[in-house]
């Protein structure tokens, strides 16, 4: 009785080998991407393979691979009605003069086209100019003929007549046909440099693919199933945000997007595409630390400098300007730059121990072209704490943000964020790793509903010790804040105090400043905060003055 024997491959690593020399049957078989996993700096492609073969030893060969593949990352399991089993798995490079991507093959195939094209013109142009310069030959050669024949009373004005009609005909006909070239000429260089940006996007360069051969023996003929895995390079994603405010009910929405890239040369279509944050490209072994020998500096006689490479100010002066040469002979010769796919359903979370998964909703498709393709992760909303800062000293404006709190689950990667007030665009941000428990302010851009005045009441006053002849410079801000808005909100006002690093400067705020509700905020050295809530249409005053000391005879600069 027949039975069902499920991944006997076992995740067999791959065997980079000569041909199988046995006289195995091979079967060509037809195979299609079916799942991608996508890392940080690469991906994994899953492939399913199918074919029909006889009882005893066959080779089931897969052909079209990327030749980038990673053979140490080839993997090989199987399905069957009946008992079978998996050898090894070979592969071998299949070489051609064509590029293997179709695409690419037909980018280049049409760019040659039309580079033919305009050869034909260039060539079209050239023999025009020489029909151009025969005219005006014979223009030039006519009026001694014609005065000729009017010394010899021959002069016949119709003839003339039809002449330089003729001539000029010509020469119009040859500066037409002229024209009209250079303007087809121009046309068919839009339309070369147009393919060669889109050849860019996708440009693999690769004229040679892999073919992987598994060998495997059946106890009966049967229709066997393979899934084929391997990894790849030139594959990369990384998490986008948008952040939006609706500032009425004070709740920030956030969507987690993941923006996929990949010039892998093969065409992601249709697949189930999962985003992991986990980094198979790292060691798996901590680094050594070796023995850290120190000594003293050997002193090195001055003729053993040049023989030990040592180049003099001079040479290293002609060095550096060969050096700069070929960096700008690189910049003029590297390639153009290489140059979005509506969000799908929230993706399937899945969270380990050490990393996460995103199993993005339904059939995905990444071409291989090296844009960027958005595919949304999450959605999620938070309740926020909003409130207000002014740094006057910059700006003479408020910013509102709102605090969120992350809950219990998986971080939020490090990346961009488009920040929305309101359903408006405001800017965009940064966003940190954020693990669960911790807080982050989003900033949602200018309050206009919070008024801010700020100026010097005094400043440059400068007063000399009595007894030690210090210099002391004093200085005395007041700014005034506006709550305008119809409910109580937190307003933080910040400053900064100078913060000294020899030990003979003094600074001393002024007896007659606000007392600072926190101090060097952020962990910034001399950062001085003044939070307070305000209510509904109340205004209040920051006094904020210090003073700088210093002996006399010595300058620090700004006072």
Not at 100 to 109: A, D, T
Not at 383 to 399: E, F, M, Q, S
Not at 487 to 505: A, F, H, K, N, S
């Amino acid at each position: 009785m027949a039975m069902r024997v499920g991944i006997l491959g076992l995740l067999l690593t791959l065997i980079v080998q000569p041909a199988a020399s046995h006289a195995a049957e091979v079967a060509q078989a037809e195979s299609r991407i079916t799942a991608v996993t996508v890392f940080p700096d690469r991906a994994e492609v899953t492939r399913a393979v199918e074919a029909v073969l006889p009882a005893g030893e066959s080779t089931v060969a897969i052909a079209g691979l990327p030749a980038s593949l990673l053979t140490e990352t080839v993997r090989v399991r199987g399905v069957a009605e009946g008992r079978f089993q998996i050898g090894s798995v070979e592969t071998r490079q299949v070489f051609a003069e064509a590029a293997v991507k179709e695409e690419e093959r037909r980018l280049n195939r049409e760019i040659e086209e039309l580079g033919d094209q305009r050869r034909a013109l260039r060539d079209r142009i050239a023999a025009l100019k020489v029909q151009l310069d025969f005219i005006t030959a014979i223009g030039r050669e006519a009026p001694k003929t014609a005065n000729e024949e009017l010394i010899r009373g021959k002069l016949d004005p119709e003839s003339w007549k039809q002449a330089w009609t003729s001539l000029g005909g010509g020469a119009a006909e040859a500066y037409e046909g002229i024209r009209g070239a250079e303007i087809e000429q121009r046309r068919l260089d839009r339309s070369i440099a147009r393919k060669k940006r889109e050849l860019n996007q996708i440009r693999t360069g690769r004229k040679n693919s892999v073919t992987a051969q598994v060998n495997v023996a059946l106890s009966a003929p049967t229709r066997l199933r393979l899934e084929l895995s391997y990894q790849l390079p030139d594959a990369s994603w990384r998490p986008l945000y948008d952040a939006r405010l609706d500032s009425e009910t004070a709740k920030v929405g956030l969507t987690q997007i993941g923006e996929v890239r990949q010039r892998t040369g093969e065409d992601w279509s249709e697949v189930q595409l999962t985003l992991s944050t986990a980094r198979p490209a790292a060691s798996a072994r901590m680094p050594d630390l070796e023995s850290w020998f120190i000594d003293f500096a050997q002193v090195m006689p001055l003729e053993n400098y040049r023989s030990r490479g040592v180049l003099s100010k001079a040479e290293k002066a002609q060095e550096g300007l060969r050096a700069l040469g070929d960096q700008v002979m690189e910049m003029e010769a590297a390639p153009e730059p290489m140059v979005a796919q509506a969000p799908a359903p929230v993706a399937e979370v899945v969270v380990g121990e050490f990393a996460s998964e995103y199993r993005i909703a339904g059939a995905a498709n990444v071409p291989a072209d090296n844009a960027p393709h958005k595919f949304v992760i999450d959605e999620r909303s938070f309740g926020a704490a909003l409130a207000v800062r002014v740094v006057p000293k910059v700006a003479r404006l408020a910013y509102l943000y709102a605090e969120i709190e992350l809950p219990a689950g998986e971080p939020l990667l490090p990346g961009p964020v488009s920040v929305f007030r309101d359903g408006a665009f405001i800017g965009t941000g940064g966003l940190g790793l954020l693990r669960p428990g911790e807080k982050h302010k989003f900033s949602f851009g200018i309050d206009d509903k919070v008024r801010v005045t700020y100026r010097l009441v005094e400043g440059e006053r400068s007063r000399e010790g009595l007894i030690n002849k210090d210099r002391r410079q004093e200085r005395l801000f007041r700014t005034e804040v506006t709550n305008h808005h119809a409910m109580p909100i937190g307003i933080t006002v910040m400053d900064q105090l100078p913060v000294p690093r020899d030990e003979r400067i003094e600074i001393d705020l002024l007896k007659e400043s606000s007392k600072p509700t926190q101090k060097d905020v952020e962990e910034r050295k001399g950062v001085l905060a003044w939070t307070y809530e305000y209510a509904p249409g109340e205004k209040r005053v920051v006094v904020f003055g210090y003073a700088v000391t210093y002996p006399e005879g010595e300058s620090v600069p700004g006072f």
